[in-house]
């Protein structure tokens, strides 16, 4: 039985969170593989320092040193103290490297910002070992994590993940060995680190979790499981126990933070079974996501919201009887790769859904389009995409109706409807202003109430 345990920056956010992380992994049976995110803040601060001019660079080396030296000095002395600071000590070396490199190239960003996985890791091995256990603290590139695509937003490569993985970590788990690696990011050819997006630690235990043919997947985080809503934004939401792949990926694609957005894609490949669990709150259950679950009668089982979206609404004369120019416009889209959320047409627009960020570089990108062909481009900031996710929800009568309803009374205009793509889930947007209330109001009336 193997079991890839991955732990989110909350869970690894302080000696105390690190000595309940080191008792769950000690009691899991079987082998364990662990991935963890940064300490809570880390990310964010290393962010910080690449959009910022670099004025300080052995203040910021200093203040991300001192941070988890005294962490360290909360966990352990001695001899393990002399180990730790043998490997910490190099692995800083490694990050004034990276932090002094050159920021014009395009992989500054990533190599700096994914150095706080180096350093929870090392921190959780050195706590398993002092409590008499077997691990060692591996980088993502050296237990063989292969990764493609552009900085900031990379993909795993499964198949060769898979390669490198069988031979660096299998032999570490036949020796009972705990590994300890560091989520995030993976390593291209030039072994340069490209990360997964922010939170993307969840997404790398899956891809590892894929690629040693885990039995189980295990996301620790700060909450119970998997909500019907996001607790900051409805302090009632309601853990869901069990979960289908389809519904927990919807829900992540579409905003629901408790898992990166592509966390399920990989294990769902391998039928691997994943729990969302609370590293607060051990004894409690967690979610189950896996293939099997038997249908409900409740109409919604979740809502999430992808905020910082807009649309972009191209105009030309009977674009719908052109098909040739509608595919044309979408291979300019896809050529710098904007990630379209929805898509709508009529007789004489298209209107494409894709985040705020993106709008400036796809509207450069469609003016590189014949002239003539488009008539106009109108853009509409600061919408937001509902995603509201019940079990074969399309094949309820009526459902729409009544969703729709809800969000009248939450005085929500719906901007673009895309209903039937996915049998689980029925999305819309609405202005971003009136999100919150447009998700309260879809929870009282179909999850709140109904239980
Ligand atoms: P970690 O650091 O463990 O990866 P995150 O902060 O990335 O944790 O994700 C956990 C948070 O996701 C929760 O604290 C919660 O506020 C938020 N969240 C948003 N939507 C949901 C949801 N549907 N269910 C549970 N938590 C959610
Ligand atoms: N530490 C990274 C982040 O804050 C990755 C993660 O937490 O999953 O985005
Ligand atoms: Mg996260």
Redesign the pocket.
Known sequence: MITVMK?????VGSAEALKRVANIVANTEGDRVVVV?AM?GITNFLVSVVENPLTDPDGVIQQFSDKHLLTASQLFGGETMDEFRAEFDARLEAFRKALLADREDPYYKDAVVSQGERFSSLLLAFVLRDQGLKSVAITSEDAGIIAVGRPGNGSADLLNTATGMTMKVRPLLSMGVIPIITGFYGTGSDKKPITFGR?G??YSAAVVANAIDADMLE?????D????????IIPD?KKIPEMNFGEAAE?AYF????LHPRTIEPVRLKHIPLK?KNSFRPEEPGTLIHHLRKSTSEMLR?V?AKTDLSIITISSAEIAYRPAMVARIIDKIADINVIIYSISTSLSTVAFLVHNNDVKQTLRQLNGLSGGDIERIDVKNDVALICAVGDNLLDKCGVSGDIFGAVKEANANVEMISEGASDVSLNFVVPMSRVIDVVKALHDRFIGGQR
């Open positions: 732990f989110g920056g909350t869970s995110s809570s939170g630690s969840d996301i620790w985080t700060d909450v499981g998997f909500m019907s809503a996001d607790p900051r939401a829900l905003g629901a933070k408790v969302v979740s999430a």
